[in-house]
T-cell receptor
Framework: RKEVEQDPGPFNVPEGATVAFNCTYS??????FFWYRQDCRKEPKLLMS???SGNEDGRFTAQLNRASQYISLLIRDSKLSDSATYLC??????????????FGQGTTLQVKP | GAVVSQHPSWVICKSGTSVKIECRSL??????MFWYRQFPKQSLMLMAT?????????EQGVEKDKFLINHASLTLSTLTVTSAHPEDSSFYIC????????????FGPGTRLTVL
């Protein structure tokens, strides 16, 4: 089983749609959770951290369910510029883990006019 | 956030040669740097973690004698792919992490390696 699992998609949605991505992680001791965005042939960029209480940044809402080991990202009012691959990222817990990140495969979003 | 550069941005080499990739933290003292590799349509996979002035810690399955990492200063880490083969063709990305902003990593723009 992969440490971080995502549905690779692609998700094809019209502009203005609401779309949700899900992610599960296997290590219950994981400490921190993030969503990154990666454009084609570019490096990943931090979209937002994910907190237990849930957090929102403009059109983006992230949720964490530690009991189910499940993370979600909701994008409202999709824009063409939201087209990218969204990476679910987890920082494992435990001693010896000096901040390394575990990346999911990514979910590809294509927003159509 | 920190500004991270990588050089070269892309490289094509013949099988059997060695390639060195540099990762520089331009405005940030990076006590820890990470090297990742990404094959097409796959996720980033951590190769190794390097701490300034000490030996790198390699992930399981990554050959330390093939992928040489040097982290000689707080602003520079290098990854050398020795005796490169076509299966080493990939997108290599470094990231930096400071000691005072533990929760955040900053990624370089990546180096695309093609081995013929």
């Amino acid at each position: 089983r992969k440490e971080v699992e995502q549905d690779p998609g692609p998700f094809n949605v019209p502009e203005g749609a609401t779309v949700a991505f899900n992610c599960t992680y296997s290590n219950s001791a994981s400490q921190s959770f993030f969503w990154y965005r990666q454009d084609c042939r570019k490096e990943p960029k931090l979209l937002m951290s994910v907190y237990s209480s849930g957090n929102e940044d403009g059109r983006f809402t992230a949720q964490l369910n530690r009991a189910s080991q499940y993370i979600s990202l909701l994008i409202r009012d999709s824009k063409l510029s939201d087209s990218a691959t969204y990476l679910c990222v987890v920082r494992p817990g435990g001693s010896g883990n000096t901040g390394k990140l575990i990346f999911g495969q990514g979910t590809t979003l294509q927003v159509k006019p | 956030g920190a500004v991270v550069s990588q050089h070269p941005s892309w490289v094509i080499c013949k099988s059997g040669t060695s390639v060195k990739i540099e990762c520089r933290s331009l405005d940030f003292q990076a006590t820890t740097m990470f090297w990742y590799r990404q094959f097409p349509k796959q996720s980033l996979m951590l190769m190794a973690t390097s701490n300034e002035g000490s030996k790198a810690t390699y992930e399981q399955g990554v050959e330390k004698d093939k992928f040489l990492i040097n982290h000689a200063s707080l602003t520079l880490s290098t990854l050398t792919v020795t005796s490169a083969h076509p299966e080493d063709s990939s997108f290599y990305i470094c990231s930096v992490q400071g000691s005072f902003r533990y929760n955040e990593q900053f990624f370089g723009p990546g180096t695309r390696l093609t081995v013929l």
